[in-house]
């Protein structure tokens, strides 16, 4: 798809917008860095200025063309500006747009009814908040407060916002500003099979990081846990994939100390890893507590803490958010899962996944020095990039993978990094891209990774 079908989707949006002056792009950087605190870090040399977008593609302030492999670190779920969900959200904004969590409101409550509905396990109670981090800081008050206990076990590598709790869950030291931390945390060993932190080899070693739980709450906490909290694919941590047992494994030992399971779904949620609405589905566990955000209003604020009946229950207190949903957000939030149902969109994230996959393997054979590992589930794929796999060198090849960035740029492709290192590609397209798209990324990323000098 050209720029022209660009143009001729906005105009066939439901709504056509006014005319604006053009945006300049320089004035919007330099306002940045001139207003912006200095630590909200942008890509590229020069960042790009979004100005409009529709579907899986995006233009910027000065008229170039992105297909959009990153979807807003996948949470434009079904794409940018959907007719549907920009429906809902003007039909609520024209009703009222806001009243806060003193008072049940009918987007509310339908939004709560979905959830228990597509939930895994016996979650069936939500709560409301307006982030991810919000979400994860309720999911861990709950596990303390229904289990009596305050420890709680994160994995390294894991990701869990930007609050002084969930920075301290948070076992990525560039994300970790704060030099105090909330005690109580303990770190366990990530399933990261290709940097095993073991030196082990899976299958053979029997998912000893799993294993290794026991001894870490037997020598580092009181033997009495909260909870364990995890996402089922480490997003900012380089869509680190865990083997097909480990939760089973992992999770039976956190129950055996009197904890309970956190999923955080924040990024896998609502389709993403396909086939099903949960990434832990694919691990079959189900979890206790269940957090969510990103995906589910299609780029709208909104964080999802789900429970069972009985851990609901715990919470005696008196408590309220204001911005918690939001009626706006929950209305966007019940016309996107409405869509993913109609269109079956895991099934779709499911087979363009598998598509998208078959790409990267086939990239991997041809840059076999490059591409380290290629990983992940759906449309949530991977891809680590080194300076020399074929020697097994895994040092992490970060220039070259800035050098990379800089190239889909001139191509027109928007990718994400993460890792610790920051080399490793995260590649997640809304769920409706097409098998089109999909082939006409991995081009651009083979053009890109040839200029960047990949072997």
Known sequence: MKSTSLDSAIQQSAVKTADQAPIDANAVRAKHRQYMFPGVIQYYEEPLVPAEGKGRRLRDAEGREYLDFFGGILTVSIGHADDRVNAAIRAQIDRFSHVSSLYPTLPVVELAEKLARIAPGRLSQTYFTASGTEADETGVMMAQLSTGHTEIVALRHGYSGRSMLAQSLTAHAPWRP???QVPGVKHALSPYCYRCPLKL???????ACAKDLEELIRTTTSGRIAGFIAEPIQGVGGFITPPPEYFEIAVGIIRKFGGVFICDEVQTGFGRTGGKWWGIEHYHVQPEILTTAKGVANGLPLGVTMA???IAAALKALTIST???NPVSTAA???TIDIMEQEN???????MGARLRDGLDGLKRKYPGTMGDVRGKGLMQGVELVEDETIKNRTPAKALTNRLFEET???????????????CLRISPALTVTAD???EAVSLLDDSLKAAGAR
Not at 201 to 207: A, I, K, L, T
Not at 345 to 351: F, I, K, T
Not at 409 to 423: A, C, H, S, V, Y
């Open 345 to 351: 969109l895991p099934g779709n994230a499911q087979a």
């Open 308 to 310: 069972t009946p009985e």
């Open 323 to 325: 911005f918690g949903g």
């Open 178 to 180: 704060l030099t105090t």
């Open 201 to 207: 080899e899976y299958p053979s070693c029997g998912v």
């Open 437 to 439: 798209e999909v082939d």
């Open 333 to 335: 939030a019940n016309a």
């Open 409 to 423: 740029k001139k191509r027109g492709l928007l990718i994400g990094k993460g890792g610790l290192e920051g080399n």
